[in-house]
């Protein structure tokens, strides 16, 4: 006989692995497979969810919420890579080196996640070359968006860095009000803004200023309303230093 309990602590897993778009094309039959080896977990803001330098078997599915993923230098400056928003994925170059982590992720708000072992994802992909390969996209398109951060921060002036780093936050999860303007939540901290620009918390909050001033952006309720995107854009272009 079916164990009861089993069913009721499947389904809302089930239910969740069928919302997350990297296994929307899985047949019933495999969803319900990975539900058995899946596991759901949920963090506070502001716990840790990876330690850059540890060892780790996990890759973890982004449910809700958003973490930021970050290094820190030897004088434990942090340095945010980026930040993770709902259908997400991180940890996979643990996984696929079979090497310690090479970043530290922790929970910028309440955060619930999906967890899945090495060995499970493995199969998984072995299985599924639809998967993999949806897994590969992320990965380049991840390498470019570095690639371009790089630049930025190699070569452009505060005000392009700010820019760049406000559309990147809106085209992942930007928002519009009725009367069709973008926005995004103003749920990182002037100095998590900072190190994600490659910039100082003064020079950030100056940069703000100075588009707030210009009636580029506005700042209001929690969140950063992109008034003027067509001049943020503009700003965004690599101005040389």
């Known amino acids: 006989m079916t164990n009861p309990k089993k069913i009721n602590e499947t389904i809302p897993l089930l239910e969740t692995l069928q919302e997350i778009e990297l296994f929307k094309e899985l047949p019933p039959e495999d969803l319900e497979d990975m539900s058995s080896i899946c596991r759901l977990r949920t963090y506070r803001s502001g716990q840790i969810i990876i330690q850059e330098a540890d060892s780790g078997s996990e890759l973890f599915f982004l449910v809700s919420g958003s973490v930021k993923i970050y290094t820190e230098d030897f004088e434990g400056r942090e340095m945010i890579l980026t930040i993770g928003y709902p259908n997400d994925f991180f940890g996979e170059m643990a996984i696929f080196t079979n090497d310690i982590r090479s970043a530290s992720v922790s929970a910028l708000e309440a955060t619930i996640l999906i967890s899945m072992e090495r060995e499970d994802l493995l199969s998984l992909l072995k299985k599924s070359p639809v998967i993999a390969l949806k897994i590969l996209s992320v990965m380049g ?25 406000l559309l990147n936050l809106m085209e992942k999860e930007g928002q519009k009000t009725k009367e069709g303007i973008p926005y995004i939540h103003d749920r990182l901290t002037r100095q998590e803004l900072a190190s994600l620009s490659g910039l100082t918390r003064e020079t950030v909050s100056r940069s703000l200023g100075t588009f ?9 309720d929690n969140k950063i309303y992109l008034v003027n995107e067509a001049r943020l854009r503009k700003e965004s272009q690599t101005h040389p230093i």
């Open 212 to 220: 707030v001033q210009t009636d580029t952006i506005r700042i209001k």
């Open 141 to 165: 398109n991840r390498i470019r968006e570095m690639d371009n951060r790089l630049m930025h921060m190699a070569f452009g002036d505060a005000y392009s860095k700010i820019a760049r780093t």
